[in-house]
């Protein structure tokens, strides 16, 4: 089992950046696939990006492509959601998430069975 921690959100001017950090517990963290989702008020949860355990594949919803960029650190235990050119509808709690059956996919389409409890992003017009 792996608890994931969200932390790097906050309020940003549009066309601003952000950058969130979700720490994942355990030694098996480069194992699994991980994914960022994002819900916003009133609407249901979206994927935003996933990246599969060596890094080497990523995979963006067309909404973010080019502006956000997934990577990750095994040996911190770390994945990172680099936001830039930020708009006002980029305003969510974002998630991060694990998938352990299918670390070499990078895909909005895999279960993900660990989530965080979200962090708050905010971008004001």
């Known amino acids: 089992q792996v608890q994931l921690v969200e932390s790097g959100g906050g309020l940003v001017q549009a066309g601003g950046s952000l950058r969130l950090s979700c720490a994942a517990s355990?030694?098996?963290?480069?194992?699994?696939?991980m994914g960022w989702f994002r819900q916003a008020p009133g609407k249901e949860r979206e994927f935003v990006a996933a990246i599969n355990w060596s890094g080497d594949s990523t995979y963006y919803a067309d909404s973010v492509k080019g502006r956000f960029t997934i990577s990750r650190d095994n040996a911190k235990n770390t994945v990172y959601l680099q936001m830039n050119s930020l708009k006002p509808e980029d305003t969510a709690v974002y998630y991060c998430?694990?998938?352990?059956?299918?670390?070499?996919?990078?895909?909005?389409?895999?279960?993900?069975?660990?989530w965080g409890q979200g962090t708050q992003v905010t971008v004001s017009s």
């Open positions: 998430a694990a998938a352990r059956y299918y670390s070499g996919i990078a895909s909005p389409f895999i279960t993900y069975e660990y």
């Open positions: 355990g030694r098996t963290f480069s194992s699994y696939s």
